[in-house]
């Protein structure tokens, strides 16, 4: 389920420039685009705790859950549920090394 980063929209509400959100919070106006076009691989929770005190939200405001478009479940977490489910109806007895990776997980 990927997560969508509202920081546009919530900035654009309070009529703060890019560039003077980057001034604010002292980082660069790339890194804040990064963020902001959902191009950033993390944000650190100090960032976030800045980001919410200048444009006085909360964390929920900024970062909003979308579900995935096959309803929630990627085709890996199916295969884990069907090879659960046979599990359970005893369709497998044991699953062998080849249907489990090195930290005991189902691999799918």
Excluded: F, H, W
């Amino acid at each position: 389920m990927p997560v969508e980063v509202r920081l546009k929209e919530i900035r654009n509400e309070r009529r703060i420039s890019q560039n003077e959100l980057a001034r604010r919070l002292e980082m660069s106006l790339a890194n804040v685009q990064k963020i902001e076009y959902g191009k950033a691989k993390s944000i650190p929770l100090e960032t976030l705790d800045k980001l919410c005190q200048i444009l006085e939200c909360e964390v929920g405001d900024l970062l909003v859950r979308v579900p995935d478009k096959d309803g929630g479940s990627s085709e890996k977490e199916q295969k884990v549920v069907q090879v659960a489910d046979e599990v359970k109806e005893g369709k497998i007895s044991k699953l062998t090394s080849k249907s489990t990776n090195a930290s005991g997980m189902i691999a799918a």
